[in-house]
């Protein structure tokens, strides 16, 4: 029996502007805000994205790639099917290097390491994605720190986080929130895998993700683009 998938998901108004980095007749990159969806949702109220705000400046382009809703950062869009086949490509064949910087709830033993954990869709829990090595999807994220630091919150208590870049092998829906939650250091403010359950991150204003590079082929000209973005936290 099909579980039916019912998303009650209302985003709320997002003021900022997409930052176009970089356009020409094939594509463009952009720097995407924090609280704003890739895609329309079907619900009329979830019409704002990046799709629809860059579909009135160029008519036909499409998404290679999605970041989530509470991640800001770089992301590349094609203007005709026919990059957009190529750059799917580069995608599905694990040709393109990304970047992400993030901030981590607690101090991590390690200073870098690997996460090697399948995740699976399940319908009961959307929108969660649950790690499962037998129905799951291969995945596989690489994380290094970057500083330790306490973090002084109003009433004077300190909260510990690591501040790491990540690189994702593969490209799951949610990889990076739930192997960081199976690293045991969720991302702080993340809200579906534990990024907002220790004391004092209840108030946390955003996801703190942010795709910070983005290396790929240039499918026109064939030159490699190593596009960065400063992150915002």
Known sequence: MMSTIFDSFIAP???QQIEILYQDEHLVLIDKPAGLLSLSGKNPQNLDSVHHRLVQLFPGCTLVHRLDFGTSGLMVVARNKAINAALCQQFSQRNVTKVYRALLCGHLQQNDGVIDAAIAKDPALFPLMSICPIHGKPARSRYRVIERFQHALEDGALLPLSRVALTPETGRTHQLRIHCQQLGHPI?????YGG???PGTERTPRLMLHASELHFVHPASEEWIKACSPCPF
């Open 13 to 15: 108004p997002c003021h």
């Open 196 to 198: 907002l359950l220790l």
């Open 188 to 192: 702080l403010g993340c809200d579906l």
